[in-house]
């Protein structure tokens, strides 16, 4: 494992709830990470499922894992509380029902000392959508118009694709907005404007299992729960004097086969990656295997 004259401890934080069926691929993915001086934060926010029974197994053998209990309050005060209890000089945001590349940490922490950077950020991966986030090289962002529009964080405000330096978000107190969907969105609008740079890693991905069936996967309590956080997005670009363009949804990457002259989009559709469908119109026209990383 390389790193830059230092080895800085990463808090990684995990809310919990209902999450027993992929919070096992989602340990995994941290604790055999390449790089090793983290300190696992998993919160579990009254999960009423058998999720304790799964990261109780894994911290009787890895003594990283610290565990916080508390009522359903929800995920803005999951991280909080994460976040309140990190030591490490970099924290980083992961739900449970994601998971990272094995070589994420060391590739976001090299970046973050060697350039001093409060933020680090990486690629996107949906594994039952059609939105990917990639990049071809490493870039540096100081002003603010480079930052938002390179990370296209107007329009997706993952916080999860982001390495954090813990006295940045002390010393400006940020913390994720309770009471609320959405919450991400103004929480990395304000963290990105206020960071001295950030860098964008080409060689990691922060992989997003989008679960159907929960109020924010469903068009309507999408429309709905969002109006907010669109607020404050128009909000933030009209008072920062930046133009609307960049909260307008990117191009999607496809990789495209012809079916008679109409494209055909190509689209995971299994957790992993395992599984490939190409869909005509949406509709599924066949499926293929492709290796669990690209």
């Excluded at 309140?84 to 924290?91: D, H, K, L, R, S």
């Excluded at 940045?168 to 991400?184: A, H, K, M, S, W």
């Excluded at 012809?258 to 989009?265: E, K, S």
């Amino acid at each position: 494992m390389k790193t830059n004259e230092k080895n800085p401890l990463v808090s990684v934080i995990i809310p919990v709830y209902k999450s027993e069926k992929h919070l096992e691929q989602c340990l995994v993915s941290v604790i055999f990470n390449s790089y090793k001086n983290l300190e696992i934060i998993v919160v579990d926010d009254g999960s009423p499922d058998n999720s304790a029974a799964v990261y109780n197994k894994y911290a009787e053998f890895d003594k990283r894992i610290k565990i916080i209990v508390q009522e359903n309050k929800g995920v803005s005060f999951a991280r909080n509380a994460g976040t309140n209890a990190a030591t490490g000089e970099y924290v980083h945001y992961l739900d449970s029902d994601d998971y990272v590349d094995l070589n994420f940490y060391e590739e976001l922490v090299n970046d973050a000392v060697l350039y001093d950077a409060d933020i680090v950020a990486c690629g996107v991966k949906m594994a039952s959508t059609v939105v990917t986030i990639t990049y071809d090289a490493r870039i540096i962002c100081t002003d603010l118009y480079t930052k938002i529009e390179k990370l296209q964080c107007a329009k997706y405000g993952y916080a999860v694709r982001y390495l954090l330096r813990r006295s940045f978000l002390t010393e400006n107190e940020f913390q994720f907005v309770t009471g609320r969907y959405f919450e991400d969105l103004p929480f990395t609008l304000s963290v990105v404007k206020a960071a001295n740079r950030v860098v964008i890693n080409p060689n990691t991905f922060y992989y997003y299992v989008r679960r159907p069936g929960t109020i924010t996967t469903s068009l309507k309590g999408r429309r709905k729960l969002r109006e907010w956080a669109r607020e404050f997005r128009t909000n933030f670009l009209k008072e920062n004097m930046l133009p609307k363009s960049l909260m307008n949804e990117p191009k999607t990457v496809y990789k495209i086969l012809l079916f008679g002259h109409i494209p055909v989009g190509k689209k995971v559709v299994r957790s992993g990656g395992s599984r490939v469908s190409y869909n005509l119109f949406e509709v599924p026209i066949f499926k293929t295997r492709r290796k669990l990383y690209e």
